[in-house]
C-alpha cells in the first residue's frame, strides 16, 4: 500500500509522529505540511509516520491508543 492510498483525503495531522525531531523542527503543530508535503518527508524520514497503522475496513487507527484499538476491533 503506498503512502497516498494510506493517508486518503483525511486530515495528515492523524499521521504525523508529533514525538520526532522533524515534526518539532519544522513546527508542524502550528503549520501542518500538505499531504504532498508530508508524503515527501515521511519517505525521507520514516519516523514522522506515526505507527502502527491499522486498518480495519474504511476505518484507520494510527498510534497506539488502547481503547480505540478495541473499539475497531
Known amino acids: 500500500m503506498e503512502l497516498r492510498d494510506l493517508i ?3 486530515p495528515i ?3 504525523l509522529n508529533t514525538r520526532t525531531p522533524l ?3 519544522r513546527n508542524m ?3 501542518p ?3 504532498e508535503e ?3 518527508l515521511m519517505l525521507k524520514d520514516p519516523n514522522l509516520l ?3 497503522v491499522i486498518i480495519r475496513g474504511k ?3 494510527t498510534g497506539f491508543n488502547e481503547a480505540e484499538l478495541k473499539q475497531l476491533l
Open 38 to 40: 508530508a508524503i515527501k
Open 50 to 52: 506515526k505507527r502502527p
Open 8 to 10: 486518503g483525503e483525511g
Open 13 to 15: 495531522e492523524n499521521f
Open 59 to 61: 476505518k484507520k487507527l
Open 29 to 31: 503543530k502550528q503549520k
Open 33 to 35: 505540511p500538505t499531504i
Open 23 to 25: 515534526y518539532r523542527e
